[in-house]
């Protein structure tokens, strides 16, 4: 669900388990989205991409996936594991008029904790 | 470096102080952003360089912000006379791509927390 401030959305599972992470883009001139992680302390580290000729992309242990109709994105991360616990960002190059990849805007954030 | 490098990690400033934060991007690196993350919140875009030249400034919040990148490799955040809502993260992220590149990897350094009292 939505949420303000320091009220962030949280997803709890279980290691082993499989995480379904969303997000709600609202640019229509949006490109290129990309999934971040960031830990406590650390700044965010890149996870991974999707340019919006794909609906589908998949790497290691994590695949996000793009519905441009309802502007949506998810990430998958599979056999989870609890390193893999940290807030999950979804980012979009839509305000630099879908021209650029460094100029994002960063959704609020999921919090994922993974218990052992 | 291995990294990006920012320091210092933590500035404790008081109301009307002037602070500067300083990132060392990977070398080789011709992008730089630096981008300020509230409490809670993900980060928000400031400002952009292209080697030396500042192309895009357009998220800086007000006049009291300024950065440079004299020479295209360090580059300094200055807050003039900071106010509490000035407290944030600022992070700094260096790219191989240039700004016109559709796609590329952002490489954040930890930040620096700024807390203005």
């Known amino acids: 669900g939505e949420s303000v401030g320091l009220h962030l959305p949280t997803l709890s599972v279980q290691e082993g388990d499989n995480s379904i992470i969303n997000c709600a883009y609202s640019?229509?001139?949006?490109?290129?989205f990309i999934w971040y992680k960031q830990e406590s302390g650390k700044g965010p580290q890149f996870i991974i991409d999707?340019?919006?000729?794909?609906d589908k992309r998949q790497g290691q242990r994590v695949t996000v996936l793009l519905n441009k109709t309802v502007k949506h994105l998810s990430l998958q991360i599979a056999a989870t594991q609890p390193g893999d616990s940290a807030v999950y960002f979804c980012?979009?190059?839509?305000?630099?008029?879908?021209?650029?990849?460094?100029?994002?805007?960063f959704g609020q954030g999921t919090i994922l904790t993974v218990h052992p | 470096g291995a990294g990006v490098s920012q320091s210092p990690r933590y500035k404790v400033a008081k109301r009307g102080q002037d602070v500067a934060l300083r990132c060392d991007p990977i070398?080789?690196?011709?992008?730089l952003f630096w981008y300020q993350q509230a409490l809670g919140q993900g980060p928000e875009f400031l400002t952009y360089?292209?080697?030396?030249?500042?192309?895009?400034k357009s998220g800086l919040p007000s006049d009291r912000f300024f950065a440079e990148r004299p020479e295209g490799s360090v580059s300094t955040l200055k807050i003039q006379r900071t106010q509490q809502e000035d407290s944030a993260v600022y992070l700094c992220?260096?790219?191989?791509?240039?700004?016109?590149?559709?796609?590329?990897?952002?490489?954040f350094g930890e930040g620096s927390r700024l807390t203005v009292l």
């Open positions: 992220a260096s790219s191989l791509e240039y700004w016109g590149t559709q796609t590329g990897e952002l490489f």
């Open positions: 980012a979009e190059n839509g305000s630099a008029g879908g021209t650029s990849y460094g100029k994002l805007t």
């Open positions: 999707i340019r919006s000729n794909m």
């Open positions: 070398s080789g690196h011709v992008s």
């Open positions: 360089f292209q080697n030396e030249a500042q192309l895009d």
């Open positions: 640019n229509s001139a949006s490109d290129y």
